[in-house]
């Protein structure tokens, strides 16, 4: 049986929302739907930080150092050595280098979610870049956006082969090829004006050669959720 979906943030602390637009409420909830998508499951004082980031409430930095603050005082798991190294690896483990210096899986996760989350947020308000203008420089400029807080790699193209459950993304010097053929898909659609069904068609294909490529070592998905490649049902209008 499927889980049931969990509910969208205005719903369930519809308190928290009454002083935000209607603009920024599609931000802050676009943005917790793609960060959950990744696996995670924010609590109120995150859905909290979000919307006081969409009004401009407080210092991004502040909020930063809290949430690494938090991290570093959860629990470390034991866990067994890695004999050897692995590129983008911290030395001896399974966890991503970051910039916190954290070598504990869930204490990099705890403030790795609300971190990028804020950097999803901004991405989803700031100006809105036309379509047409998706390419791979915005593509590799948005995830260096979202993820560089936590990984000092964020924005650069991955340097090593990539496949799960024996199926390989493309290779690293097909990258860029893979990556044009994004933009033409983004480009040659109508976004705005495109039928239902041509809308789930041209979707498919932009996701599909996207997710070949996995541009990135991590997270490559997040960094295309804002890119106004989709549209609202109310507004009916690009993201």
Same mark, same amino acid.
């Given at each position: 049986?499927? =889980?049931?979906?969990?509910?969208?943030?205005?719903?369930?602390?519809?308190?928290?929302?009454?002083?935000?637009?209607?603009?920024?409420?599609?931000?802050?909830?676009?943005?917790? =739907? !793609?960060?959950?998508?990744?696996?995670?499951?924010?609590?109120?004082?995150?859905?909290?930080?979000?919307?006081?980031?969409?009004?401009?409430?407080?210092?991004?930095?502040?909020?930063?150092?809290?949430?690494?603050?938090?991290? !570093?005082?959860?629990?470390?798991?034991? #866990? #067994?050595?890695?004999?050897?190294?692995?590129? $983008?690896?911290?030395?001896?483990?399974?966890?991503?280098?970051?910039?916190?210096?954290?070598?504990?899986?869930?204490?990099?996760?705890?403030?790795?979610?609300?971190?990028? !989350?804020? #950097?999803?947020?901004?991405?989803?308000?700031?100006? !809105?870049?036309?379509?047409?203008?998706?390419?791979?420089?915005?593509?590799?400029?948005?995830?260096?956006?979202? &993820?560089?807080?936590?990984?000092?790699?964020?924005?650069?193209? #991955?340097?090593?082969?990539?496949?799960?459950?024996?199926?390989?993304?493309?290779?690293?010097?097909?990258?860029?090829? $893979?990556?044009?053929?994004?933009?033409?898909?983004?480009?040659?659609?109508?976004?705005?004006?495109?039928?239902?069904?041509?809308?789930? $068609?041209?979707?498919?294909?932009?996701?599909?050669?996207?997710?070949?490529?996995?541009? &990135?070592?991590?997270? $490559?998905?997040?960094?295309?959720?804002?890119?106004?490649?989709?549209?609202?049902?109310?507004?009916?209008?690009?993201?």
């Amino acid at each position: 049986m499927t =889980a049931p979906a969990a509910p969208r943030p205005a719903a369930r602390w519809p308190e928290l929302f009454a002083d935000l637009t209607d603009g920024q409420t599609h931000a802050v909830e676009q943005t917790v =739907a !793609a960060e959950r998508l990744e696996g995670w499951r924010p609590r109120r004082e995150h859905v909290t930080d979000l919307v006081a980031l969409a009004t401009c409430d407080g210092s991004h930095a502040d909020r930063l150092a809290r949430w690494r603050s938090e991290a !570093a005082a959860l629990p470390v798991a034991g #866990r #067994r050595r890695l004999a050897l190294p692995r590129p $983008y690896l911290v030395t001896g483990t399974s966890v991503l280098r970051n910039n916190f210096g954290f070598r504990d899986g869930g204490q990099l996760r705890e403030v790795e979610f609300p971190a990028t !989350a804020a #950097r999803l947020l901004q991405a989803h308000l700031g100006a !809105a870049t036309p379509v047409r203008s998706v390419d791979a420089e915005h593509i590799l400029r948005l995830h260096g956006q979202v &993820f560089g807080d936590v990984f000092g790699w964020a924005g650069q193209t #991955r340097f090593v082969e990539l496949s799960k459950n024996g199926d390989a993304f493309a290779p690293v010097a097909a990258i860029g090829r $893979y990556l044009r053929e994004v933009e033409i898909a983004v480009a040659v659609t109508d976004w705005p004006r495109v039928d239902p069904g041509r809308l789930a $068609y041209a979707l498919a294909a932009v996701y599909a050669t996207y997710n070949h490529a996995h541009p &990135f070592r991590y997270l $490559y998905f997040l960094a295309l959720c804002p890119s106004r490649v989709t549209r609202s049902r109310k507004h009916r209008e690009t993201l």
